[in-house]
């Protein structure tokens, strides 16, 4: 990769690197403008010596032979061949060797975030359930090319220029895995609380990826319709307690569709085998009204 400073911006190769639009746990994401097609993109800056640390951390039981690195790797050789409008697209990776940053060039969603949270504003039901169809369809999809989320939430629903729901933050935390979708909670945090309570069973670290993921967009569409999230608390353990024990709540101040809160009931069911599945939720009377 050719790395100049242009001015006050780093130039990748064609792209322009400018303003920071996002970051995470997994790093930041800036503006960057490629002169080559006077486009615009979300450049995800992640750093590889993060990521052997954060690996090394997360990864419980036998070493796996594979560095972290090379689960990126494999990942992103799985997201340049995914293509589904509510999926956020990969354009290209800048990797060089001898630098530690990588670098993944994204489509640019112009809007960003679809809501931030915690918010007294939570979007309309009719605004959300237009925004629930489409991340229903992008994540049938990931499901159907046998890749779990694992960190579904409204942080990582991008929003396009016309409206439309673009799913991100595949690129790392997500497992790609053989034929059934099992997960093991070593490898695989998420969101504390978007998480599925099977996710938190000590010692169980077993359970379906797929189910795991109904369960978070479960969460997600709460907070979107209320502007928060379902199970609240000042420590993670207790957050983690109430997500498995507590029953949910819905707010009495704002008034939801019956339909719409049944909904919600049945992905936010505590045991895995009841929760609604992800094609069942495309025949469901609030989905399809
Ligand atoms: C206000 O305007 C804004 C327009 C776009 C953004 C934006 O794009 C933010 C994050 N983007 C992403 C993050 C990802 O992971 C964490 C991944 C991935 O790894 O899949 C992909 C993308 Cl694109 C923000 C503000």
């Known amino acids: 990769?050719?790395?100049?400073?242009?001015?006050?911006?780093?130039q990748l190769?064609?792209?322009?690197?400018?303003?920071?639009?996002?970051?995470?746990?997994?790093?930041?994401?800036?503006?960057?403008?490629?002169?080559?097609?006077?486009?615009?993109?979300?450049?995800?800056?992640?750093?590889?010596?993060?990521?052997?640390?954060?690996?090394?951390?997360?990864?419980?039981?036998p070493k796996k032979a594979t560095s972290p690195l090379d689960r990126v790797y494999r990942e992103i050789a799985v997201l340049k061949k995914l293509d589904h409008p509510n999926v956020v697209k990969l354009v290209e990776v800048l990797d060089d060797p001898i630098e530690d940053s990588l670098y993944m060039v994204f489509e640019l969603v112009k809007q960003g975030e679809v809501l931030r949270i915690p918010t007294d504003n939570?979007?309309?039901?009719?605004?959300?359930?237009?925004?629930?169809?489409?991340t229903l369809l992008g994540l049938e999809y990931l499901h159907y090319q046998?890749?779990?989320?694992?960190?579904?939430?409204?942080?990582?629903?991008?929003?396009?220029?016309?409206?439309?729901?673009?799913?991100?933050?595949?690129?790392?935390?997500?497992?790609?895995l053989g034929q059934d979708a099992v997960m093991s909670n070593g490898s695989t945090a998420g969101t504390p609380a978007f998480r599925a309570p099977e996710t938190l069973i000590l010692g169980q670290?077993?359970?379906?990826?797929?189910?795991?993921?109904?369960?978070?967009?479960?969460?997600?569409?709460?907070?979107?319709?209320?502007?928060?999230?379902?199970?609240?608390?000042?420590?993670?353990p207790l957050l983690y307690e109430r997500i498995q024990q507590d029953p949910l709540v819905f707010p009495k101040k704002l008034t939801v569709s019956e339909n719409l809160k049944s909904c919600i009931l049945l992905m936010l069911e505590k045991d895995a085998t009841r929760r609604i599945t992800v094609p069942e939720l495309k025949i469901n009377d609030w989905v399809t009204s």
């Open 1 to 10: 990769i050719s790395i100049e400073k242009s001015g006050s911006f780093l």
């Open 13 to 61: 190769n064609q792209y322009k690197l400018m303003d920071q639009i996002g970051q995470g746990s997994y790093g930041l994401v800036k503006l960057a403008y490629s002169e080559e097609d006077s486009t615009h993109y979300a450049m995800k800056i992640l750093s590889k010596k993060r990521l052997l640390r954060q690996a090394g951390l997360m990864r419980r039981g």
């Open 122 to 134: 939570p979007l309309a039901e009719e605004r959300v359930w237009s925004i629930f169809r489409e």
């Open 146 to 176: 046998k890749i779990i989320h694992a960190d579904i939430k409204p942080g990582n629903l991008l929003l396009t220029e016309c409206g439309h729901i673009k799913i991100a933050d595949l690129g790392v935390c997500n497992e790609f």
């Open 205 to 236: 670290n077993v359970y379906c990826g797929r189910a795991s993921d109904v369960w978070a967009l479960g969460a997600t569409l709460y907070a979107l319709v209320f502007g928060n999230v379902p199970f609240l608390a000042d420590s993670i």
